[in-house]
């Protein structure tokens, strides 16, 4: 590991919640100060230098902070993203097919609205994304669930099930890759069985890949729109540095339709439906593809650090709280419905928050209830401290057990061992107020 590397590590170790509280987005702000807050999709990490770089050109070259030219054909981020996408993953995207959106969310809106009709059905697998019922909510069609599998250990997708709901008449499939909450990358064999049963029933598919940076070891995403079953549907790619860079707040995304039709359909979007990209997200998501290679690869490997780390503290919980490793980026999906039972509740992110003074995401937001999302996108040390805290507001709260051995999760089929990872225990001075 090199030296920037290794300063880099000292940087992420070195966060303390008390720096933090000081912040002024979202995540740092919705709860007091005594909160720790691991619900909302961002990391804690410094920005990467070569975007700081490229953020305060922009304050000190005489003050370039207008609107950003999305009405191009030829923008440096344009030609940046597709170099990177074939870098990285093998995808050749013609840079002058890469259309900018403020976040990968307004991509799959104006996909939607472009690619379906009012009333239609449209297929998300559950647990999914909030955001995503409200969207198709919204533009007045119908949400199809479709239940994910948890077998050999893994989430997995319910292909026959997808099938059904292809059969009955869906027009469209909101696909997740790499899947938040629960953090699984879909295989290219998984993803070619998708673009077969899609073009069988003539559905088309509109993929959210903003977590696609940030896979663990062992695992390389795949994108859709590279695979050569993909020329066979209509699909829709939405992509952005937001999620690994920790960029959410400077907004701009980047869309891909497959076909040249599919390029063709997309831009008959109104204009107004790509406003709101910031100027300042714009160079940095090119700084981002072009010079922030090196400190995304440290970022990755101190996630896969934390993942083993979350993963051993865990263990304490037994099965009343069932992590199956995430293959990507910085989301632990909790399997808490035992532990749910035993507390009589049914909003466990309500018990952790007001009992553990720890703001995890509630497991029904996504469809299903008894599980909750936690970000581990933080240091190490606040990572010990949160579930320091949801162990001790169990352990208050829930009898200690007679000695028998717990039972197993009920209704989980392949429910993993833990990841063994080489959790060393970090002081906590910092939270003794």
């Known amino acids: 590991m090199s030296e920037v590397q290794q300063e880099l590590i000292h940087l992420f170790d070195g966060l303390r919640a008390m720096t933090l509280s000081g912040r002024r987005s979202e995540k740092w702000r919705r709860y007091p100060p005594d909160i720790l807050p691991a619900f909302i999709a961002e990391m804690d990490f410094p920005v990467a230098e070569p975007v700081i770089d490229a953020v305060r050109a922009h304050l000190t070259e005489g003050g370039d902070l207008g609107y950003a030219y999305v009405y191009t ?30 976040d990968t969310m307004r991509v799959m809106e104006v996909a939607l609205e472009r690619f379906t009709e009012p009333g239609d059905a449209v297929v998300v697998d559950v647990p999914a994304y909030p955001p995503y019922f409200e969207a198709i909510a919204a533009a007045g069609r119908q949400v199809v669930s479709q239940p994910m599998r948890l077998r050999g250990g893994r989430w997995r ?71 050569p079953e993909a020329a066979r549907v209509p699909t829709v790619t939405a992509a952005s540095a937001s999620k690994g860079w920790n960029l959410s707040g400077l907004k701009c995304a980047m869309a891909v339709a497959g076909r040249p039709e599919d390029h063709d359909r997309l831009m008959e979007m109104r204009p107004r ?16 593809f072009t010079r922030g290679g090196p400190w995304l690869r440290t970022l990755r490997h101190y996630l896969h650090g ?18 199956v490793p995430p293959e990507a980026s910085y989301l632990a999906w909790l399997d808490g419905r ?54 001790k507001a169990v352990r208050e709260e829930v009898p200690e057990s007679d000695g028998a051995d717990p039972a197993p999760p009920r209704n989980i089929p392949g429910y993993p061992a833990p990841v063994c990872g080489s959790y060393r225990p970090a002081d906590s001075e910092e939270f003794s107020r």
Not at 306 to 321: C, I, K, M, T
Not at 371 to 387: A, D, H, I, K
């Open 306 to 323: 934390s993942r083993q780390v979350l993963a051993e503290l865990l263990e304490s919980f037994g099965p009343d709280l069932v992590l």
């Open 338 to 391: 035992r532990l749910a039972e035993r507390l009589g509740t049914d909003d466990l992110a309500e018990f952790f928050l007001s009992r553990g003074k720890v703001a995890v995401s509630d497991g029904r937001e996504y469809g299903s209830e008894g599980f909750v999302r936690l970000n581990f996108g933080t240091s190490q040390r606040l990572l010990e401290e949160m579930v320091r805290r949801m162990e």
């Open 273 to 288: 439906e790509r406003d709101g990209v910031g100027i300042l997200g714009v160079s940095a998501s090119e700084a981002a």
């Open 73 to 102: 054909t030829d923008a440096p981020v344009q030609r940046s993203f597709a170099a990177w996408a074939h870098e990285s993953w093998g995808w050749r995207v013609e840079p002058e097919k890469v259309v900018l959106f403020p």
């Open 157 to 227: 997708l319910d292909l026959e099930g997808l099938a059904r709901a292809f059969r009955a008449g869906a027009a469209a499939y909101f696909l997740c890759n790499p899947h938040n909450p629960t953090g699984r990358v879909l295989t290219r064999e998984e993803l070619r069985e998708v673009l077969a049963l899609a073009a069988e029933f003539r559905v088309a598919v509109f993929s959210d890949e903003v977590h696609a940076p940030l896979t663990h070891p062992g695992h390389r995403h795949v994108p859709l729109g590279s695979l």
